[in-house]
């Protein structure tokens, strides 16, 4: 039986890993972390008695901890970054879901690979940021880092059994997000409302957001790299409106293999929940003769840009994908918050990239730091 943390509990990833452990009901859940949504991480406690609990904001863990024991509801209730690692650490626990979206969950996910958690990793941010740092620490403990963005697992699912022959490129799918087709000159009129209609997905409103703009396709070359020790070169982004093949390997003999299915993230949440192992569907199954038509077509990097930039992040190395990275997460909240129009995204990201001075090899205190720089210049 599989014992698992869930950091994020209250997000789309980790309420649709909470409908996986429902569903097969041979997962014991240790541990639970959430931001600040006391009311639906109390129907967790409740439906999954996990022995830990972190609320990120002190007020909100303060609430829920009055509450936990006026209903004398057995669970520790930690809060803030301590909280966080100790959900991460928790030694019950053998896997670590990181469902937390931005770079919060560096420090958590470097912990619990330290602590020899397996890692079934949602948060890109990480490897985007830090790739550098974890993927070598992971190897030194013998821990597996198990993608569950949907794109990564079809990659992960189409090595299998190919171990040794060599890769030629990656083929990265991106649906084209809610905008596909549209110019310029039409992204300048974008409301919120509209960047969040994702046509094929349901996501978290950041991530929703960076699928409209690519730059969630953008942090998945970075994320790829890592995953897949591939270079720039090697991985290739291509548009597939119908988001059933999640993304394919072409080998140096000219082969390609595939992983198909229907839009859903439960799938490859429940394959790094069990892998090797496979266990009943998530969803329906596909029909092919209903299919009829899949379509697929080069990123239009002239509308969107933030695609190229990513690329240049990438090759550029060291301290720049977290500036990428930083700066899109401070432009997508102030796009939401409605402080700032949506071409502004990519283009604040542009010049936060051209404005900083590089760190070759960045420590993780200089990740951070750098992080918190983006911030301080943005927030003047």
Not at 137 to 163: R, T, Y
Not at 236 to 249: A, G, L, N, R
Not at 262 to 279: C, F, G, H, N, S
Not at 333 to 349: P, Q
Request: proline fraction near 4%; charge should be negative; glycine fraction near 6%.
């Amino acid at each position: 039986m599989r014992h698992i943390s869930i950091l994020g509990s209250t997000g789309s990833i980790g309420t649709q890993t909470l409908d996986v452990v429902r569903t097969n009901r041979d997962i014991l859940v240790e541990a639970l972390a959430a931001g600040s949504n006391i009311s639906l991480l109390l129907e967790q406690i409740k439906e999954f008695q996990p022995k830990l609990v972190c609320v990120y904001h002190a007020d909100k863990a303060k609430e829920l901890e009055e509450i936990v024991k006026k209903e004398q509801l057995n669970v520790e209730i930690t809060t803030g970054m301590d909280g966080l690692l100790a959900c991460a650490t928790i030694s019950s626990t053998d896997m670590v879901v990181t469902a937390f979206v931005g770079m919060i969950g560096i420090r958590p996910t470097i912990e619990a690979i330290k602590a020899g958690k397996h890692i079934a990793l949602a948060n890109k941010e990480t490897l985007v940021t830090a790739g550098h740092i974890i993927m070598p620490l992971a190897k030194e403990k013998g821990v597996s880092i198990l993608p569950v963005d949907s794109e990564h697992s079809a990659i992960f699912q189409s090595l299998q059994g190919n171990v040794g022959n060599k890769i030629h490129r990656i083929l990265l799918t991106a649906s084209g997000g809610p905008f596909r087709g549209k110019t310029k000159e039409e992204l300048k009129s974008v409301q919120v409302e509209d960047a969040l209609k994702h046509p094929n997905w349901s996501m978290g409103r950041k991530i929703t957001i960076d699928s409209s703009t690519l730059v969630n396709k953008g942090l998945e070359v970075i994320e790829a790299k890592w995953l897949f020790d591939a270079s720039a070169d090697q991985i290739e982004v291509v548009v597939h409106p119908q988001s059933i093949v999640h993304s394919m390997i072409e080998y140096e003999d000219g082969a390609v293999i595939a992983q198909l299915g229907t839009p859903d993230m439960k799938l490859p949440i429940q394959y790094a929940l069990y892998y090797p192992e496979r266990k009943g569907p998530t969803s329906a199954r596909l029909n092919f003769a209903k299919l009829r038509t899949l379509e697929f077509y080069e990123p239009d990097t002239e509308v969107f840009p933030a695609l190229t930039m990513a690329y240049e992040a990438l090759r550029t190395g060291g301290s720049m994908p977290t500036v990428y990275n930083a700066t899109n997460e401070w432009a997508v909240a102030s796009f939401l918050d409605r402080k700032i129009g949506y071409t502004d995204i990519v283009e604040t990201i542009r010049k936060e990239m051209e404005a900083h001075q590089l760190i070759k090899n960045p420590s993780l205190e200089e990740i951070l730091a750098t992080e918190a720089e983006v911030y301080r210049r943005l927030n003047r």
